[in-house]
């Protein structure tokens, strides 16, 4: 049996999460931190990163595989001198139901007007206000990955319509699904727009006051909703807080955003109709994202092929 490769982790977590997870991973692994500045990283062969140090590839010249801390990946890709290796992305069912449970968190606060009853409580307005049912709304999911699609799973079992829409066709049972020539048609019958994209040159500011001009009008709720908890690169802030000031949007919820963390002066903080949530929909479990990376480097090891291997073409 070969011996195992040693690993580096570089990852921007609560340094108390990292140590309480790595104290029962990677065993019989040599187990280094780049955090370490005496540390040799020289015989490195996998790293666990995120947004790790600009010079983690100097330091580790061996590496053969890099893992993402998160489902993202596009960090890693804007790296310079990132090495022809693969890059493998961080999927778990532990990453996945966090998601879609923000989501239909989201999708349900602005449903029963969860924004509007907060400002009468703070007011102490005792006013009943019109929620719709469910049913009477089309969600529309922009990106259907792994994320996207337990995402439109978990609405239906709400009680929405759900429709989906990604650059090349995908096929979901009972959901009407567009790619990039129907992008028109599918946001003509969106109500709550939820976006999950990765961040791609294409996707790059993809969410923009041309795109939510073409959200349906005039719905169950009145006014369009944006959920966003995709990547922050791919919203035009500017766009998204005029849309919500002059009723183009009837609200939004947004977990991701250009800059992070999210200006102090920014209009969004004290917009009644927006929920704010600092990059947490989905926040990686430490631990599920090592025994993730384990397998894998085990299944590598014994010549078996990585999965969830990202395309650098695509950007994902």
């Known amino acids: 049996m070969s011996e195992k490769k040693t690993v580096v982790i570089d990852l921007k977590f609560a340094r ?6 790595l104290s029962n991973a990677f065993a019989g692994r040599n187990v280094l931190r780049a ?9 490195a062969r996998y790293a666990v990163i995120w947004k790790p140090d600009p ?3 100097e330091r580790a010249p061996k590496l053969e595989v890099l893992f993402s801390g998160g489902a993202g990946v596009d960090y890693i890709l804007a790296m310079p001198n990132l090495p022809d290796i ?17 989501v239909v968190l989201q999708a349900l606060s602005h449903l029963r007007q969860v924004p509007a009853y907060a ?21 529309g999911v922009m990106g259907l990955g792994v994320l996207g699609q337990d995402s439109v799973a ?3 079992i709400m009680g929405f319509n759900v429709i989906g829409w990604s650059r090349s066709k995908k096929l979901i049972d009972g959901v009407e699904t567009f790619d990039e020539s129907g992008l028109d048609e599918f946001l003509a019958k969106t109500d709550i727009l939820v976006g999950l994209l990765p961040l791609t040159p294409q996707t790059r500011g993809i969410f923009n006051a041309d795109l939510f001009g073409k959200l349906r009008q005039g719905g169950a709720l009145g006014k369009p909703v944006f959920i966003n908890a995709g990547r922050g690169g791919s919203q035009v802030e500017v766009d998204v807080i005029a849309a919500l000031k002059i009723g183009v949007l009837g609200g939004a919820s947004l977990d991701v955003f250009e800059q992070e963390p999210l200006a102090e002066t920014s209009p969004l903080w004290s917009m009644e ?5 600092p990059h947490a929909a989905s926040a990686s479990d430490v631990r599920a994202l090592f025994r993730n990376a384990e397998a894998q480097m085990n299944d590598y090891e014994a010549g078996q092929p990585l999965r969830h291997v990202v395309d650098r073409t695509t950007g994902y």
Do not use: G
């Open 16 to 21: 108390r999460e990292v140590d309480e997870a």
């Open 35 to 43: 955090a370490d500045a005496a540390a040799d990283l020289s015989d």
């Open 273 to 277: 109709n927006v929920i704010i949530t």
């Open 119 to 139: 400002k009468q409580q703070r007011e102490r307005v005792w006013r009943e206000l019109s929620q719709p049912e469910a049913k009477d709304l089309t969600v």
């Open 154 to 156: 978990k609405l239906k």
């Open 86 to 102: 693969p890059i493998v992305r961080f999927v778990d069912e532990s990453l996945t139901t966090r998601m879609s449970e923000w």
């Open 55 to 57: 010079t983690l590839f």
